[in-house]
């Protein structure tokens, strides 16, 4: 099995049960998980039967303990996690990678017998020291020959860490330094248009209105500033709801300027309809996931099979409560063949 190394922040996710507003549950109890982008790659990972490693820092406190416990209950190895006496699990503002420094991991330790890293667009977002700790890792398993995935994960309201520049210029900033590095970028339908101003043609994401014939160009014009970029994976989300979304996807492939879309019915474009969702929460995490596993997969790294099994492992994970997609490879393969009726299988 090949061996994925993944770097991130990683919280305490704090839920109300019966979907209860906090006020509604406080005083209370609170259901408490442990989930970031990156964990939740790892932990997509290891459910598909991978190798996965997750790389972060934690305080060392009962509360680090218990998230290294859960990390480890799912297979993830934890065994390069920093723990530092400063910092929380509970707030990005001091959170522990947010105050911890770039020279404070051993990459080439880390990355040894690894043939995938991955990171995101969240973990920069939050201090300095994180960009700086991403951008590090990212040019270590570059030179190491370590394939590189980035997800864009724009979020808007964090990259505050600069007050000299806008949030979106520090992210753009910032990101292009990153992706010079990246052999493939994730990114959902309008993160490129956010951080690296691409946008797709005649599409609003706001309204839910994709024009999915776009989306090849915004992949050619991501090579085309990152030649080093040899794929670029897209998940497209159209919101008729809160709890009804089309779910689809595209991987483009530089060398052969190929665009494959999933799922495909009857040689056309047809998204799944997910029509209860229970949590979207980590849809695009399980995507990067699925497209991961695949393509280090002798028998599903072909594009086509490769975008249609990320799209089926993250509609997935839509029908699961919490960060992360428990979905197996059986799973997933099911439903990718076209098993979708969601009849129990004895």
């Known amino acids: 099995m090949a061996r994925v190394v993944t770097f991130g922040e990683i919280m305490g996710r704090m839920a109300a049960p019966n979907s209860l507003r906090l006020r509604q549950a406080l005083p209370g109890s609170l259901d408490v998980t442990f989930g970031g982008a990156e964990a939740n790659v790892a932990g997509s990972l290891t459910m598909l039967g991978a190798r996965a490693a997750f790389v972060t820092a934690l305080p060392s406190n009962a509360i680090g303990d218990a998230c290294i416990a859960a990390l480890r209950a799912l297979g993830i190895d934890t065994e390069h996690i920093v723990r530092t006496d400063e910092g929380r699990l509970y707030d990005r503002a001091g959170s522990a990678v947010s105050l ?8 080439p330790a880390i990355l040894d017998g690894a043939v995938w890293f991955h990171v995101t667009g969240i973990t920069p977002s939050i201090s300095r020291a994180a960009a700086e700790a991403t951008l590090a890792a990212s040019r270590a398993a570059e030179a190491a020959g370590v394939t590189v995935s980035c997800d864009l994960n724009y979020r808007k309201k964090l990259w505050r860490w600069d007050p000299s520049t806008s949030p979106r210029e520090l992210a753009e900033d910032t990101m292009r330094q990153v992706l010079q590095h990246a052999d493939l970028v994730v990114a959902n339908e309008e993160d490129c248009a956010a951080v690296l101003g691409i ?3 005649e599409s609003n994401v706001e309204a839910g209105d994709l024009r999915i014939a776009s989306y090849p160009d915004v992949a050619r014009r991501v090579v085309a500033q990152f030649p080093n970029v040899t794929k670029v994976g897209i998940t497209l989300r159209e919101s008729i709801s809160a709890s009804h979304n089309n779910w689809s996807a595209m991987l483009y492939c530089a060398e052969e300027d190929g665009a494959y879309f999933a799922p495909m019915q009857g040689g056309s474009h047809r998204p799944y309809e997910i029509r209860n969702i229970i949590d979207r929460v980590g849809g695009g995490d399980a995507f990067s996931a699925g ?24 509609c997935l994970a839509h029908s699961i409560v919490g960060d992360l997609n428990y979905s197996s490879r059986a799973e997933v ?8 009726s969601g009849r129990v299988v004895r």
Not at 100 to 107: F, G, H, L, V
Not at 291 to 314: E, G, K, Y
């Open 333 to 340: 393969e099911s439903l990718m063949s076209g098993s979708g």
């Open 100 to 107: 911890t420094a770039a020279d404070s991991y051993d990459w």
């Open 199 to 201: 946008h797709a043609a």
């Open 291 to 314: 497209l991961i596993f695949a393509l280090t997969d002798a028998d599903l790294n072909s594009p086509d099979t490769a975008v249609r099994f990320a799209t089926a492992a993250s």
